[in-house]
T-cell receptor, first 114, second 112 residues
Framework: DQQVKQNSPSLSVQEGRISILNCDYT??????FLWYKKYPAEGPTFLIS?????DKNEDGRFTVFLNKSAKHLSLHIVPSQPGDSAVYFC?????????????FGQGTILTVHP | DGGITQSPKYLFRKEGQNVTLSCEQN?????MYWYRQDPGQGLRLIYY???????QKGDIAEGYSVSREKKESFPLTVTSAQKNPTAFYLC???????????FGPGTRLTVL
């Protein structure tokens, strides 16, 4: 049972436009969400995160929105740049005995065209 | 420079052989994790350790083993019992009260 889902395997965007990557989750115990960026044959790098007590977090060109009632989060990249082309993973963390364990989505391949 | 190192970058083994993947961190993090990534799939948790001399199975632990004798080191052994060992293996670490995991560069294991 996939608790974190990224339903779009790929997304193609023109340079300068907005990229919106989506993520859905099913486990209501998740209380912290993260986005990672990954290039081929490299480890993921942390981008931005959001706690379940917030509905928005912004860091430069990156903004994450959380809709708890819909169990949905999204990552907005504005403006998109060719260097943003990578695989983006969303991940979720729950507290308690599972604290620190991340559950990842399948990833979305973002391609930004010049 | 603080970080996580994984060696080697590429590893080839014959079917039926055990192989150990190295993961070292100098971030002074307590928790360490092993994931595998297969094409078109997300990262799946193999084993994790919250503290030295203690570790727990993740979602796909069958055919793998780990040890955590030192805070800095969390080696993963892929045994001959693992049915599909060819994959990209990622090690990560996390500071005690943080949510963010920091990843190493990964090891591509190919079993021939």
């Amino acid at each position: 049972d996939q608790q974190v889902k990224q339903n779009s395997p790929s997304l193609s965007v023109q340079e300068g436009r907005i990229s919106i990557l989506n993520c859905d989750y099913t486990n209501s115990m998740f209380d912290y969400f993260l986005w990672y960026k990954k290039y081929p044959a490299e480890g993921p790098t942390f981008l931005i995160s959001i706690s379940s007590i917030k509905d928005k977090n912004e860091d430069g060109r990156f903004t994450v929105f959380l809709n708890k009632s819909a169990k949905h989060l999204s990552l907005h990249i504005v403006p998109s740049q060719p260097g943003d082309s990578a695989v983006y993973f969303c991940a979720a963390n729950s507290g308690g005995t599972s604290y620190g364990k991340l559950t990842f989505g399948q990833g979305t391949i973002l391609t930004v065209h010049p | 420079d603080g970080g996580i190192t994984q060696s080697p970058k590429y590893l080839f083994r014959k079917e039926g052989q055990n192989v150990t993947l190295s993961c070292e961190q100098n971030l002074n993090h307590d928790a360490m994790y092993w994931y595998r990534q297969d094409p078109g799939q997300g990262l799946r948790l193999i084993y994790y350790s919250q503290i030295v001399n203690d570790f727990q199975k993740g979602d796909i632990a069958e055919g793998y083993s780990v040890s955590r004798e030192k805070k800095e080191s969390f080696p993963l052994t892929v045994t001959s019992a693992q049915k599909n060992p060819t994959a990209f293996y990622l090690c990560a670490s996390r500071i005690s009260l943080g949510n963010e995991q920091f990843f190493g560069p990964g090891t591509r294991l190919t079993v021939l």
